[in-house]
Each structure stands twice: as C-alpha cells, then as structure tokens.
C-alpha cells in the first residue's frame, strides 16, 4: 500500500485545514486509516483513526470536536479537517494504514504503511 498525504499548509489561529490520504496499490480487505502528528523536538503522537469498513472513529482529546476524519471508499482517500486551528497544532502530519482496529486505532505500533508527511504551520 503506498500513501500520498496532502493538503498541508500555513493558517492563522482559528483557521482551517483540510488533510487528504490516498491509498493505492494493494490494500487489506479492512483497514484503518490514522493520523498521527510530530511537532520539533516532541513524539509523534495520535490524531484520529477510522475503521474503513465500518466507519468507526477515534480522535486524540486535544483535537476532539475541532478535527473530522472521514473516507470516501470510492476514492480510497481518506480526510482530516482541521478546524480552529491552535499554534500547538503546528507539526508534520502524517497517515498510516494498518490491517486491525487495535484500541481506537491509537497504538503506532499497528500501522504498516505510513505516508510521507506534510505541513502544517498555524500561527497566533
């Protein structure tokens, strides 16, 4: 499975942002789809997660209510909008694709396939 993530760029707080993820080449029969987020100097750390085929989702308590995920299986793409954006949002975004759901699709561990990254930069 190879990952393509767009969408990335600079906002002020407050802003939006819209992340896209396509999956092309083999993929599992079922899948999930995560974000994950690096900032400088820090761990990458859990966005959200959803379960392809059945549309269950999991979202980190510091994006809850502000962040989307969702998948548009026609495309195998997958969404991350971002909206009220903080400048503790700023880091390098990444997708992830694994064949188990795991605990909320939280765990890294349970990803296999990982995209290249992009940026986002909000500023106060």
């Known amino acids: 499975v190879q990952l393509q993530a767009y969408g990335g760029g600079s906002v002020q707080a407050g802003g939006f942002l819209s992340l896209s993820c396509a999956a092309s080449g083999r993929t599992f029969s079922d899948y999930t789809m995560g974000w994950f987020r690096q900032a400088p100097g820090k761990e990458r750390e859990f966005v959200a997660a959803?379960?392809?085929?059945?549309?269950?989702?999991d979202y980190g308590d510091y994006v809850k209510g502000r962040f989307t995920i969702s998948r548009d299986s026609g495309k195998n793409t997958g969404y991350l909008e971002m909206n009220s954006l903080k400048p503790e949002d700023t880091a390098v975004y990444y997708c992830?694709?694994?064949?188990?759901w795991g605990v909320g699709g939280r765990q890294q561990s349970m990803y296999t396939n990982w995209g290249q990254g992009t940026q986002v930069t909000v500023s106060s």
């Open positions: 959803i379960r392809w085929s059945r549309g269950f989702v």
């Open positions: 992830a694709v694994g064949p188990t």
